[in-house]
């Protein structure tokens, strides 16, 4: 049963990350572009966590006492719990840069955008 | 039970991700990406990854929705997107996709104990942290020790993200702009969320301190209570107002912060050198190199919160200055 929960979960990580990506491809709108990144990078972040699991683990915090406990890889959990945190700033700064095309065109729909640039 | 309740959490994820995609309304997509981030951190608690489950929960449901909104607020609330080349970007990504899954036959199944990702430093880092540095949690002791130089890179990309939106968002906003109705100032006239609101308050902060603290034996440590901490003090500007919160923390109090919490982590890095160690080396901190150890991670995980709750509200408080 783990094992095809082992698969699924991989499945999901390729479904989410498609998902985002067919985001970022298709949608003019630059709200929707970085929402569509979020879902991106949270399906590799789903990815770096499903490969931390220990069958039979336990989160890693080190119980006194316990005799041959398992416990799940620390270093994924590392990578990504930093990951999350720079995440949210790099898509701030994205949505800075976003409003200020708001400003500036009044405009953020990729292709109204692209019309104003037009070379007259 | 556990196997059902998780593969019905990761449908649900796709189901929430597709709707994210599929509606034109932004508010409702933002509101269902924060129902994402929730059953996000949901699936990694299942997989044993109680801090990064925090983590998720604080940042993703939490920030990340506040700063999406407040960048609403200041562009436009419907998407008016064209509708070109989906078939041949819907090929492609079905493709894509495809070929993810057929390479995922090749991945060893989850929770195999004898993956290769289990083999190289993680058993070390399992079997020497009681030895080096005394805390039971192992993913403080990685994070702020064994791998402290990539924690004061993260804590610096941080830094360099907030100080980039306040320049971007600093330019003043064109006059002729019409004034755009805040989301954050309707809180202000409901009186239930006002009242819950303020009760909550305290004990989100408490509850911040202690994840800061208690970082060292539970799930926690600086980046989660930095962002815990942040939810209550921007949940407080939502109902309270923008120039309150302001009043109670001023803006360069919060911009302080963000660089005093980086300096401290460098500075303590810097007193392993002077002590006679390497960079980021606690051990030569105190007599006992174990105590050492465990004062360097206390001080560095301090800088770490303060720098991720500044850089936080700094950030809230440059899209809702804008309003």
Redesign the interface.
């Given at each position: 049963?783990?094992?095809f929960?082992?698969?699924?979960?991989?499945?999901?990580?390729?479904?989410?990350?498609?998902?985002?990506?067919?985001?970022v491809?298709?949608?003019?709108?630059l709200?929707?572009k970085?929402?569509?990144l979020?879902?991106f990078q949270?399906a590799v972040?789903?990815m770096y966590?499903?490969?931390?699991?220990?069958?039979?683990?336990?989160?890693?915090?080190?119980?006194?006492g316990a005799v041959d406990q398992?416990?799940?890889?620390?270093?994924?959990?590392?990578?990504?719990?930093?990951?999350?945190?720079?995440?949210?700033?790099?898509?701030?700064?994205g949505?800075?840069?976003?409003?200020?095309i708001?400003?500036?065109y009044g405009t953020?729909?990729?292709?109204e955008l692209f019309e104003e640039n037009r070379p007259q | 039970m556990i196997i059902v309740f998780a593969l019905f959490l990761l449908t649900l994820l796709v189901v929430t991700a597709v709707a994210v995609i599929r509606t034109e309304n932004l508010f409702v997509a933002v509101m269902l990406m924060a129902i994402f981030s929730l059953l996000m951190a949901a699936n990694f608690f299942i997989l044993d990854a109680a801090d990064v489950a925090l983590t998720e929960a604080a940042v993703g449901a939490g920030v990340t929705t506040v700063i999406f909104l407040g960048a609403l607020a200041l562009t436009v609330e419907h998407e008016r997107s064209r509708k070109t080349g989906r078939w041949l970007a819907l090929g492609v990504v079905v493709s894509t996709m495809l070929v993810l899954i057929y390479a995922t036959f090749d991945k060893p199944r989850l929770g195999d104990p004898t993956a290769p990702v289990h083999q190289h430093v993680a058993p070390w880092y399992l079997e020497k942290t009681p030895e080096l540095i005394g805390i039971p949690n192992v993913v403080t002791a990685v994070l702020g020790s064994f791998r402290g130089y990539d924690t004061l890179g993260e804590v610096f990309v941080v830094l360099a993200a907030c100080v980039g939106v306040l320049f971007v968002l600093s330019a003043s906003p064109p006059s002729h702009r019409a004034p755009t109705k805040p989301g954050s100032a309707k809180l202000r006239h409901h009186v239930v969320p006002k009242v819950v609101g303020r009760l909550l308050i305290p004990f989100i902060v408490l509850f911040g301190l202690y994840v800061q603290f208690h970082g060292e034996y539970g799930p926690g440590g600086g980046f989660q209570a930095g962002a815990i901490i942040a939810t209550a003090l921007i949940l407080h500007a939502l109902i309270e107002g923008e120039a309150a919160a302001l009043r109670s923390i001023p803006r360069r109090v919060l911009l302080g912060m963000v660089a005093a919490g980086a300096l401290l982590y460098t500075l303590v890095g810097i007193a392993g050198i002077v002590l006679g160690g390497n960079f980021l080396d606690y051990s030569v901190l105190a007599t006992n190199p174990v105590k050492g150890q465990q004062i360097g991670i206390l001080a560095i995980e301090a800088g770490v919160g303060i720098t991720v709750c500044g850089a936080l509200l700094s950030i809230f408080h440059a899209f809702a200055a804008r309003d």
């Open positions: 049963m783990l094992e929960l082992g698969y699924y979960n991989y499945w999901v990580f390729a479904i989410l990350l498609m998902i985002g990506f067919y985001a491809i298709t949608r003019g709108n709200i929707k970085l929402l569509g979020s879902i949270s972040f789903l966590i499903t490969m931390d699991k220990v069958e039979g683990g336990t989160a890693p915090i080190i119980q006194k398992l416990y799940s890889n620390p270093l994924p959990q590392v990578l990504i719990l930093t990951a999350i945190v720079v995440g949210v700033s790099t898509t701030a700064l949505l800075a840069i976003v409003v200020r708001k400003d500036v953020i729909e990729e292709h | -």
